[in-house]
């Protein structure tokens, strides 16, 4: 199956600093990438979708300033979580799909642990 | 809107024994539906998914899923359930009117007892 690369796998901050997330599909092209959050023994709860080219579509109580999404190309986007918090501490996981069709496989990266002490 | 449903929060199984994990969803058109297994610390692996064509889909690992469009469902199963099987599993629907936007189950935790 198709190869979804998400970088780094853990990283503690500071509270205040910012942190970045990348998430790369690595043999296709993404015209769209999810990203979630997930607490622990939870589900996913999506963050945004971002397009490539186009602003992240974000989903109702989740901070666009505080979460910066970008997804430049068709096979990076990224996360910065800035000004980081504990309460931010958290599993974050990204997805991406090939363009085209709605019976598309998403692939998953293999998700970030993200510690802000 | 479209949704998924994953009745249980946990399944237990002897190993050797057959499993099932259930799903059910509700979307309007034609859904496409999908089975994604995650094991700790860990993303999610795709594991099968449902377009069109047979009912009854095989996928990776020995998993198979049958859709069932009368009861909206979309259960996973295997024949002789392995330890290694332990995980979560997720279950997701998207549907074919244009949203590409997938929607998630809250997962079935599997614990497959030696």
């Known amino acids: 199956g198709a190869v979804v690369s998400q970088h780094p796998s853990w990283v503690i901050c500071k509270s205040g600093t910012s942190v970045k997330i990348e998430c790369r599909s690595l043999?296709?092209?993404?015209?769209?990438m999810f990203w979630y959050r997930q607490f622990p023994k939870q589900s996913l709860m999506l963050m945004a979708t971002?397009?490539?080219?186009?602003?992240?579509?974000?989903e109702q109580g989740v901070e666009k300033d505080k979460f910066l999404i970008n997804h430049a190309s068709l096979t990076l986007s990224t996360l910065t979580v800035t000004s980081a918090h504990p309460e931010d501490s958290s599993f974050y996981i990204c997805?991406?799909?090939?363009?085209?069709?709605?019976?598309?496989?998403?692939?998953f990266g293999e998700g970030s642990w993200l510690t802000v002490v | 809107a479209q949704s998924v449903a994953q009745p249980e929060d946990q399944v237990n199984v002897a190993e050797g024994n057959p499993l099932t994990v259930k799903c059910t969803y509700s979307v309007s058109g034609n859904p496409y539906l999908f089975w994604y297994v995650q094991y700790p610390n860990r993303g999610l692996q795709f594991l099968l998914k449902?377009?069109?064509?047979?009912?009854l889909v095989k996928g990776s690992y020995g998993f198979e899923a049958e859709f069932n469009k009368s009861q909206t469902s979309f259960h996973l199963k295997k024949p002789s359930a392995l330890v290694s099987d332990s995980a979560l599993y997720f279950c997701a629907v998207r549907g074919g009117g244009g949203s590409y936007i997938p929607t998630f189950g809250r997962g079935t935790s599997l614990i497959v007892h030696p």
């Open positions: 043999d296709f092209q993404a015209t769209t």
């Open positions: 971002s397009n490539e080219g186009s602003k992240a579509t974000y």
């Open positions: 449902y377009i069109t064509g047979d009912n």
């Open positions: 997805s991406a799909q090939n363009r085209g069709k709605a019976g598309n496989t998403i692939y």
